[in-house]
T-cell receptor, first 116, second 115 residues
Framework: AQSVAQPEDQVNVAEGNPLTVKCTYS??????LFWYVQYPNRGLQFLLK??????LVKGSYGFEAEFNKSQTSFHLKKPSALVSDSALYFCAVRDPNKAAGNKLTFGGGTRVLVKP | EPEVTQTPSHQVTQMGQEVILRCVPISNHLYFYWYRQILGQKVEFLVS????????KSEIFDDQFSVERPDGSNFTLKIRSTKLEDSAMYFC?????????????FGQGTRLTVV
């Protein structure tokens, strides 16, 4: 069964500093990986995905993520964090062996707090 | 930008009552989903729906739950007899293609409180 782990419940960073949110996964075969962000009282917003190809994926709002197969990781990064990046971030994996459906398995979420 | 919309944003119901949560997916999407998030816990998959039938469901999605696409635009989740442990945020989502590696777009959620 597929699973996702986000080892940090919360990440604190000063505005302007680099931001990293960690994610590791477990799935048989090559994974499909996603990052979503949830702002207060809002739904989950898609940030980026890795399907195949270049290990560095660029997404919305200046975020990027690096797929590392040997470490089974897909860490989310932003070179210079903004106060407005403060939110709850979810990593998710989809089983590529599933022929139908698009079930996502989510990590527990990491709360990011960017301080001015 | 097209979006998934859910109504109501918050529903309070008494234990044992039936509730229907409503969603309008993005219009050209073909796959529809329900997820839920109990307070402080992970977002959990409930069910996916394609071509007017359930394509996948989790162990959470028992006989108390049902989904329906009553017309060309709405997608509903019904809980027949609510329990206290059904209290959660319920998210509807939709995606563009069957089996495609397309991201799911989520609604803003319905917070269900069972008292």
């Amino acid at each position: 069964a597929q699973s996702v782990a986000q080892p940090e419940d919360q990440v604190n960073v000063a505005e302007g500093n680099p931001l990293t949110v960690k994610c590791t996964y477990s799935v048989s075969g090559n994974p499909y990986l996603f990052w979503y962000v949830q702002y207060p009282n809002r739904g989950l917003q898609f940030l980026l995905k890795y399907i195949t190809g270049d290990n560095l994926v660029k997404g919305s709002y200046g975020f990027e993520a690096e797929f590392n197969k040997s470490q089974t990781s897909f860490h989310l990064k932003k070179p210079s964090a903004l106060v407005s990046d403060s939110a709850l971030y979810f990593c998710a994996v989809r089983d590529p062996n599933k022929a139908a459906g698009n079930k996502l398995t989510f990590g527990g979420g990491t709360r990011v707090l960017v301080k001015p | 930008e097209p979006e998934v919309t859910q109504t109501p944003s918050h529903q309070v119901t008494q234990m044992g009552q039936e509730v229907i949560l409503r969603c309008v997916p993005i219009s050209n999407h073909l796959y529809f989903y329900w997820y839920r998030q109990i307070l402080g816990q992970k977002v959990e998959f409930l069910v996916s729906f394609y071509n007017n039938e359930i394509s996948e469901k989790s162990e959470i999605f028992d006989d108390q739950f049902s989904v329906e696409r009553p017309d060309g635009s709405n997608f509903t989740l019904k809980i027949r007899s609510t329990k206290l442990e059904d209290s959660a945020m319920y998210f509807c989502a939709s995606s563009e293609r069957t089996g495609g590696i397309n991201e799911a777009f989520f609604g803003q959620g319905t917070r269900l409180t069972v008292v």
